[in-house]
Structure formats: C-alpha cells, structure tokens
C-alpha cells in the first residue's frame, strides 16, 4: 500500500490561495518537465547501448520516475493527499490494467507507481510539443480508434508488456456513471494473461472534462486508487466468438466498476 497523508496545513482563504497557486504551478512543472524529458533526459538515455527494448525500457522508467516526482510535489505543496491500496499486484508481464477514468491526474498516479507500463493514450498528445517526445520513446500506444491499434495493443500484452487501459476512452462526466467502450474488452481476450481492475475517486472533483484547472474545488483533493481482485480472460473466451466474448467481458467490467465505485 502506498498511502499519503497531509503535510501542509492552512486555512480559509489563504488555502484557497494557496492551493490554487500550488495547481498552477503543478502545470507549470508538469509542462517544462515534459520538454526537459524530450530535450534533455531521453535523447541521453538514449545513447547508452542497449537495443530497442532496452532504450524503451529506460525512457518508461524516466517517465514513470517524473511522474512520481510530480505526484510527490502535488501532495508536499497541499494540493491533494492520495491513498494507493495493493499497488505492490501491478506491473506483471502481459497484465492489463482497466481504470475507470474521474480525472485528467489518473495516468499520472498509475505510470508513477508501475516502472514499466505501456498505455494507451490519446492521439493529441503526438502533436503537443511537451508530450510528444517523451510518449514517442516510451512506445505508448495512440487511441486513434483503428482496428491496427487493438492489434497493436494485443501484440504488446503478449510480448509480456504491462497496458494501463482506460475503457471509457475520455474523463467521466462530473455526477455521471462511467461508461464503456467495448474495445478494451477486445484488447483483453486477444492479448491479456490476466485483467486487473483499479477503482479510482477523487473528492472533491477536479480536472474533469467540464472543469478548468484554476476551478479548484474549496478543500484539498483526496485520490483513492484500490487495486481489485484479478479477472481470468479465459471464463468469457470459452466457447463464444470474439464479439459475443467482447460484449460479455465488457458488461462485467461495467457492472463490476459501478458497483465497486458506489460502494467507495
């Protein structure tokens, strides 16, 4: 279990302030990281000697070491405290990681704590010029909704790889159920040893896809990450054609997230 509890302690208006200045700067922080990642970091490690696998493997631990850092900075500066429960069951090769998705910082709490992930992410971040250099080195995968990218994604979880997957394919809607999209069912029957769900809260919202980052809300974030029990691919690929499999697997995970997410 990782578990952080509060270290920065204001109150009233000067918290709010504070808080809000702490957010900005996050952003600031996570920007000029990612252009000291691409300028900087990456093309040196890139240089020891090692093969293609190799050069990946490094590029995703810096990420995933950056991101650890950027975590760290959100919790010691106040703006949110985070709980991670049996983080210590992620990263196995050909795990597929399914997280429901509350907030824009999901992916920054799950590469931060996995050394070795690949993730889907969206297309957009090869055209951002602070993401673009660190997600081509680190191989992630972009969710450009083709056929290739399932494959791709399937190839990666039978080549040992650990895939963080979010299912709904954008943040969840402030007050709404998450909803989701039956291709990450797929990827998982094609390529997955084993399916490991991650229930995600944040209290209160922020980041969502209808909030700006300086609306923060009136008291600290808290972030609950809680690694479920694992899901064996085999029960919904015996006998059943892969549509059919696909549309079974995906009901359970929705009925499974909805339930355990009520119950947070």
């Not at 997280?99 to 999901?106: E, Q, V």
């Not at 691919?233 to 054609?241: D, I, K, L």
């Amino acid at each position: 279990m990782d578990l952080a509890t509060d270290s920065v302690r204001r109150s009233g208006a000067g918290n709010y302030l504070w808080r809000l200045f702490a957010t900005g700067a996050s952003f600031v922080l996570f920007g000029l990281g990612g252009l000291v990642l691409r300028l900087l970091v990456l093309p040196l490690l890139g240089l020891l000697p090692g093969d293609a696998n190799e050069r990946r493997r490094r590029a995703r631990a810096a990420i995933s070491k950056a991101f650890y850092l950027h975590v760290q900075f959100m919790y010691r500066s106040g703006v949110l405290s985070y709980r991670f429960d049996g983080v210590e069951k992620l990263g196995r090769p050909g795990q597929m990681i399914i997280a429901n998705h509350p907030s824009l910082i999901d992916v920054v709490f799950l590469i931060a704590h996995i050394r070795d992930a690949n993730c889907i992410v969206k297309q957009s971040l090869w055209r951002n010029p602070f993401t673009r250099g660190p997600v081509c080195r680190a191989h992630y995968i972009s969710n450009n909704g083709s056929p290739e990218m399932l494959e791709q994604a399937a190839d990666a979880l039978r080549a040992g790889e650990t895939l963080i997957v979010f299912p709904e394919g954008t943040r969840t809607k402030p007050q709404c159920p998450p909803v989701f999209h039956r291709g990450a069912a797929a990827i998982a029957l094609r390529g997955a040893q084993v399916i490991t769900p991650v229930f995600i809260t944040v209290t209160p919202t922020t980041l969502t896809k209808a909030e700006p980052w300086y609306r923060i809300p009136p008291r600290r974030v808290q972030v609950s990450l809680r690694v479920g029990a694992d899901i064996d691919t085999e029960s919904f690929n015996a006998q059943a054609a892969m549509p059919i499999a696909s549309r079974r697997l995906n009901q359970h995970l929705h009925q499974l997230f909805l339930r355990e997410l009520a119950s947070s």
